[in-house]
């Protein structure tokens, strides 16, 4: 089922850490995360998530530190944990097949757009996976950082080239622990 992305008023939580990607927006609705969003500034990231929710009401998590965003920020850290918090995914029926697959390669690991395109029974879908990654609300947590050039070489992140390479990194340096 897709859902839309907002509803008007809809109540969506949010709050503001800081990790080796930068400054990380953590959103929630009552349903799951919804949104994290690396970015260079908070006042970028909440209007990022304003524009992706519109009709949302959007309330600051006032610095507490609910299990939520602990939970998603420990994860951050370690992908290979399992993520304790459920998540509100939002998109095309396509966009959730895609991203569903993505959660599939584990960190450390990657896939083409060809081979995820492959995997979603969309063999001649590159760019539309690509158009999916792009799409992506979770970062991490939907691991879009994981999709390579069929050369494996890094292409597009919507967060950054730079700071796809730094997950890319950091998880290879977990899974050689």
């Given amino acids: 089922m897709t859902r839309k992305n907002s ?47 519109p009709g949302a009401t959007l309330t ?49 690991s990657s896939a083409s757009y060809g081979e995820v395109a492959r995997m979603v029974g969309v063999p001649s879908g590159s760019r539309a996976v690509a158009s999916a990654c792009a799409a992506n609300p979770l970062a991490v947590l939907v691991p879009c950082h994981r999709v390579l050039r069929g050369d494996g070489s890094l292409s597009g992140y919507r967060w950054g080239v730079r700071r796809k390479q730094a997950l890319l990194t950091h998880e290879q340096s977990l899974s050689e622990r």
Wanted: charged share 25%.
């Fill in 7 to 53: 509803v008007q008023g809809e109540a969506i939580t949010w709050q503001v850490g800081s990790c080796y990607l930068g400054t990380v927006l953590v959103a929630r609705t009552s349903q799951g995360v919804c949104a994290v969003l690396p970015g260079d500034s908070e006042e970028e990231l909440v209007t990022e998530l304003d524009r992706r929710f």
């Fill in 60 to 108: 600051h998590a006032d610095g507490s530190r609910d299990d939520w965003f602990a939970s998603v920020m420990d994860y951050l850290v370690d992908s290979r944990k399992t993520l304790p918090v459920s998540l509100d995914i939002r998109g095309t029926d396509f966009q959730r097949r895609v991203w569903q697959t993505l959660r599939q390669i584990p960190a450390g």
